[in-house]
């Protein structure tokens, strides 16, 4: 159903997903959606837009959306994002907000290297790396973040991420393994950028880290955010489901 507000827009709001043919895996192309919805909520205009492998970079993208992939989704994309990295580390410096999930997490990293040796070079906007391992880490996570609360998804990975020292976590782990299993961190923040294991999707039960996104965006966009009036009645039910969930 269209959405249609009786109040004019306080602006558009651009939000682009990086490569949702290859790299939207356990359905991290909810996290656009919820985007999208909370845009509106607020009472700007949302405009989704997705970039794959070989597509005209858009210009004026406010938020950019990376999701996760198998092993062969990250082969496929890498040339191309290798092209694109110069580009996506300078408006990461710029402080352009970011949300990087599993695969494009690693990417977004130094480099990850598969269980069978070989190595995929990431793009060097986070300093992390990834090693693959026969260890699967899967189930469900809850973390603690100094800057959005409770935060609680499902990770599913076998490659295991250790943080260098120019990022910190995005949260400790309370529940689940998290980037690895040795250090209890979860995810990298650097800059505006926010970078997580966490599928199911993240958004959807996570509002804190959807509206830093956008206020965000829209303060670099427009010099301050206006916020609306969202419904968090669906989020908040689905967290109280998800926290009483096992691992």
Not at 173 to 196: F, I, M, T
Request: proline fraction near 6%; charge should be negative; hydrophobic fraction near 35%.
């Amino acid at each position: 159903m269209e959405y249609v507000s009786n109040h004019a827009s306080k602006g558009t709001i651009r939000v682009l997903q990086l490569y949702p043919r290859d790299m939207n895996i356990y359905g991290d192309w909810g996290n656009a959606l919820v985007l999208q919805q909370r845009i509106r909520w607020h009472g700007y205009t949302p405009e989704l837009l997705e970039y794959n492998v070989d597509d005209e970079f858009p210009d004026d993208v406010d938020i950019i959306l990376g999701g996760g992939g198998q092993d062969s989704g990250q082969l496929i994309i890498q040339d191309d994002l290798q092209a694109r990295g110069p580009m996506l580390r300078d408006m990461a410096e710029d402080g352009t907000p970011m949300l990087v999930i599993c695969g494009l997490y690693q990417l977004f990293g130094r480099f990850f290297k598969t269980s069978s040796g070989t190595i995929i070079p990431g793009i060097g906007i986070l300093d992390v790396e990834t090693h693959g391992s026969s260890e699967r880490l899967i189930g469900n996570v809850t973390l603690d973040s100094p800057e959005f609360g409770e935060v609680l998804g499902y990770e599913n990975h076998s490659g295991q991420t250790t943080l260098g020292p120019s990022v910190r976590p995005l949260g400790m782990v309370s529940k689940g393994a998290g980037n690895n299993s040795k250090d209890g961190h979860e995810g990298a923040r650097y800059r505006n950028v926010v970078a997580s294991y966490l599928h199911g999707s993240l958004l959807p039960k996570n509002p804190a880290i959807a509206d830093f996104l956008i206020r965000t965006a829209a303060e670099r966009k427009y010099g301050t955010f206006l916020p609306g009036h969202p419904d968090d009645g669906f989020a908040m039910l689905a967290r109280e489901h998800a926290a009483r969930r096992p691992r």
